[in-house]
């Protein structure tokens, strides 16, 4: 439309007037019928708002304007849509409907959430000893390597192999009095009998005692429930446990097996503690029981294991004393000797008819090495104490370990053991310089 010109003609001839606009000429016709009017006003309200447009531009606009407007119509229209927040919207005033709630007016439930758990202050006070949990008496059989059997080594009575018969496949060996007890079946059992009374404490002064059956015997039948030397220990109330090798299995042999080899006792403590104190409950304290002081305890033929680990078995002075129930049948001078070369600990022998003999020569030898004997158990024991116990007649050797000149003589002992001040202190020192 821009430079075009428009002329209307009524027949007569009229030229239009010139407009002001400067982009268009618009001829009027100047006389018309009426319907050609309405036509014409109708042309005009079209054609007016396109020729404001172009009288305000006179031009094309230029890049940097429509830029500008572009920017201008932009921001009206984010502003629009995303109006700025008011103060009043965030923080209704005091006479709109929205109220905070106030602290009492908040429900239960929320306040229970919204409140810090309780916590407890460190304590600076000293605490009081330690307390073990109740317990029972704990009894067990743990097999052992340091056992007495099986045993592969040489019979230091011969310096022959100890298993020294073979047949069709099998090996045994030819006791002291000839009849031959196979291996499989006779020394093949490692386990040990290991009691820990209710009431034993490792932090007090206390004792191992290490149980050597006779002949013709099992741990659980004999030791365990026939002669009850666990139930003796308990009831006597001394801190004391309990560690019973299984040795020839129910056979007339007192074969020792490992207790023969040098260092064979300390071997059998030691691997002994670690079972001792998981049976306690604190496995912690396995260097205190490696460390407590001995009683060795044998009956009738567990007279050769005791012997020998009084001679070789490497615990020392660590023995505190020495228990024999009617098994003086031979080893006189190994018997003798530790006696004349040990005399912190005690020795006590009780017997009947069947080893009498054996104990009046041992008696004859500690004399003539001037060591004074005593045959009285009325008193308390004493570090160097010597005695020799010899029971009236109608008692028998098979119960000798529960009816000798008292009953239940392992209870017997230990109660007089732990009735003397000096040799209490005897052992109370020497748990305590092991435990350092």
């Excluded at 407009?19 to 309405?38: E, K, Q």
């Excluded at 309780?118 to 704990?138: I, K």
């Excluded at 009831?235 to 056979?251: F, H, K, R």
Aim: aromatic share 8%; hydrophobic share 40%.
């Amino acid at each position: 439309m821009v430079g075009a010109e428009f002329q209307t003609s009524d027949g007569a001839g009229r030229v239009p007037t010139p407009g002001a606009s400067r982009c268009a000429r618009l001829i009027v016709p100047a006389r018309r019928a009426g319907s050609d009017r309405w036509r014409w006003i109708a042309s005009l309200a079209a054609l007016v708002p396109l020729s404001l447009v172009l009288a305000q531009c006179g031009k094309a606009p230029g890049a940097g304007q429509l830029a500008a407007n572009s920017q201008a119509a932009s921001a009206d229209n984010f502003d629009d849509r995303f109006p700025p927040p008011q103060f009043k919207d965030r923080f209704p005033s005091a006479d709109e409907s929205f109220q905070p709630l106030k602290p009492a007016e908040a429900p239960a439930k929320r306040t229970a959430q919204t409140q810090p758990a309780p916590y407890r202050v460190a304590s600076l006070e000293p605490t009081g000893p330690y307390q073990r949990p109740p317990r029972e008496d704990l009894t067990t059989l743990v097999g052992l390597k340091s056992s007495a059997f099986p045993y592969l080594g040489n019979n230091p009575r011969t310096d022959a192999p100890f298993l020294d018969v073979a047949k069709d496949g099998r090996r045994g060996h030819r006791s002291y009095g000839g009849r031959v007890y196979w291996q499989d079946t006779t020394y093949n059992d490692n386990r040990v009998l290991m009691h820990v009374p209710e009431n034993f404490d490792i932090r007090k002064p206390g004792v191992i005692v290490v149980f050597f059956h006779g002949n013709g015997a099992t741990l659980e039948r004999d030791v365990r429930d026939r002669q009850l030397v666990p139930q003796q220990i308990t009831d006597s109330g001394v801190n004391a446990v309990l560690l019973a090798p299984q040795l020839a299995v129910d056979a007339a042999d007192s074969s020792a097996g490992k207790f023969w080899q040098p260092g064979g006792l300390k071997r059998f403590i030691d691997e002994s503690a670690g079972h001792l104190a998981s049976l306690y409950g604190d496995p912690r304290s396995a260097r205190e029981f490696a460390n407590l002081p001995v009683i060795l305890v044998g009956y009738s033929g567990g007279f050769v294991p005791t012997a020998w680990s009084l001679e070789v078995g490497g615990l020392g002075n660590r023995i505190r004393g020495v228990f024999l129930l009617d098994a003086v049948y031979g080893e006189l001078d190994k018997f003798a000797s530790w006696i004349e070369n040990n005399r912190s600990g005690f020795f006590v022998s009780a017997y009947t008819h069947y080893t009498q003999r054996h104990d009046q020569e041992l008696m004859q030898m500690l004399r003539q090495r001037g060591i004074a004997i005593s045959d009285e158990m009325d008193g308390p024991l004493r570090p160097g104490s010597v005695v020799f116990v010899k029971t009236q007649d109608g008692v028998t050797h098979r119960d000798y370990v529960t009816h000798a000149w008292t009953e239940n003589p392992v209870k017997e002992v230990l109660l007089k053991m732990a009735a003397t001040p000096a040799l209490t202190r005897v052992v109370a020192g020497a748990a305590s310089s092991t435990s350092r």
